[in-house]
């Protein structure tokens, strides 16, 4: 296996939707991301200090279009063009103008093999002022999950290529992602889908500060008439409470509280979990037939 890159963090997620404004809307005033801009087509909302954790834009058709990852510093942003590139996946410096639009020192983009996903890499992000909650107390954009079409396939391309540190695995149809060395149980995973959803959104989550924060949003969405399509509950893998809603389009968004954390060296190696309903909700709930069921994934050009 190649050295691991180090990331950051996950950066942000790009979505198209069908109805701009009511996706703006239900973001801000339901979720409690923030306004940073709103200009050239695109919708940025944070929940950081950084200029966008959320990028949406109106589109033909619903779908994740595309989601960026911030790395280390500028060499190891290096380290992974070099790696893209050996792995014949034609990855692409943003130019100047486009690095400065992003707000970032310097960007790449490619495409994930597996899902077609347009991922960019970045380093050196402006920051902005501090993120005020609205309402919900937002730690963080927490993570991003896929309904992939070869599970295998993508653990060679996230985990033996680029480095990505599995934490806890369902055999062949589960595993959750570190970027490592990021300490957060997984900042990513990738679930096998069927011949309906694979290729698709599962959901996007937002890490909380207080379980108040849990249940306040269970009414808060209950009342405004948002699906809620599982929790709350307790996940397994990463002992995290969640509560799971869909967006306007249909999309799975999570908010999850508490949530085991990796050091560097020395952590514990990945889990072999059972395929059971009690690995996703150790207090025996079930989810809605629409939960995971998202938008699927946008054909990129990088």
């Known amino acids: 296996m190649e050295t691991p890159i180090r990331f950051a963090r996950l950066g942000y997620c790009r979505l198209h939707c069908s109805d701009l404004a009511a996706s703006t809307a239900f973001y801000r005033d339901l979720v409690g991301l923030t306004l940073e801009n709103n200009a050239n087509g695109e919708v940025w909302l944070r929940c950081s200090d950084k200029p966008y954790d959320m990028i949406l834009q109106q589109g033909d058709e619903a779908g994740i279009a595309g989601a960026g990852f911030e790395m280390e510093n500028v060499a190891e942003l290096e380290k992974a063009f070099a790696r893209l590139e050996k792995l014949g996946t034609s990855p692409r410096w943003l130019s100047e103008d486009e690095c400065r639009q992003r707000r970032v020192a310097r960007a790449l983009t490619f495409v994930d093999p597996v899902s077609r996903l347009g991922f960019e890499f970045y380093a050196d992000q402006e920051k902005v002022e ?45 595993e959750w992602l570190r970027c490592w060395p990021n300490p957060l149980h997984h900042s990513f995973a990738l679930l096998q889908g069927d011949e309906k959803t694979a290729n698709t959104l599962h959901h996007i989550n937002f890490m909380v500060t207080d379980i108040d924060d849990v249940g306040g949003a269970m009414n808060r969405m209950k009342a405004a008439n948002v699906p809620i399509v599982f929790g709350p509950g307790r996940h397994l893998p990463s002992t995290s409470i969640f509560l799971y809603f869909l967006d306007p389009d249909g999309n799975t968004t999570e908010y999850s509280f508490g949530m085991e954390l990796f050091e560097e060296e020395g952590a514990r190696g990945p889990r072999e979990l059972e395929h059971k309903a ?17 938008s699927k994934v946008l054909a990129a050009h990088v």
Do not use: Q
């Open 130 to 174: 501090t993120y005020v909650p609205p309402h919900t107390k937002i730690a963080r954009m927490g993570h991003l999950v896929l309904n992939v079409a070869d599970l295998d396939a993508s653990h060679d391309f996230w985990v033996n290529a680029m480095g990505f540190a599995v934490s806890d695995r369902v055999d062949g149809l589960a």
């Open 278 to 294: 009690e690995v996703m909700d150790i207090w025996g709930s079930r989810p809605d037939p629409r939960f995971g069921k998202g």
